[in-house]
Nanobody, 120 residues
């Protein structure tokens, strides 16, 4: 079983940056792929970025070049560094584990989410 807790959300102006953290519990963290999804009001939850156990990465086109996903296995934490934020990035951001790919159905474990609001 894996438990995930996100932190680092908040309000930021357009053009600013934020870093999200997702702390995981469970002995097999090092082997799990981890991902970030987001859900804006009235929209489906969408894929943002993923990182494999071997640190391979995958990004949505909408965030490529602006967001960076990374992991610290010793701290059992995955990060999402978000740069050049735009209002369209406003959403609840969720951490996920134990899957792969861009479909939310592929992922087994989820955090509670953290709100990001980007003001124009």
């Amino acid at each position: 079983q894996v438990q995930l807790v996100e932190s680092g959300g908040g309000l930021v102006q357009a053009g600013g940056s934020l870093r999200l953290s997702c702390a995981a519990s469970g002995r097999t963290f090092g082997t799990y792929a981890m991902a970030w999804f987001r859900q804006a009001p009235g929209k489906e939850r969408e894929f943002v970025a993923a990182i494999s156990g071997s640190a391979g990465t995958l990004y949505a086109e909408s965030v490529k070049g602006r967001f960076i996903v990374s992991r610290d296995t010793a701290k059992m934490t995955v990060y999402l560094q978000m740069l050049s934020l735009i209002p369209e990035d406003t959403a609840v951001y969720y951490c996920a584990a134990g899957g792969w790919g861009t479909s939310r159905r592929n992922w087994n474990y989820w955090g509670q989410g953290t709100q990001i609001t980007v003001s124009s």
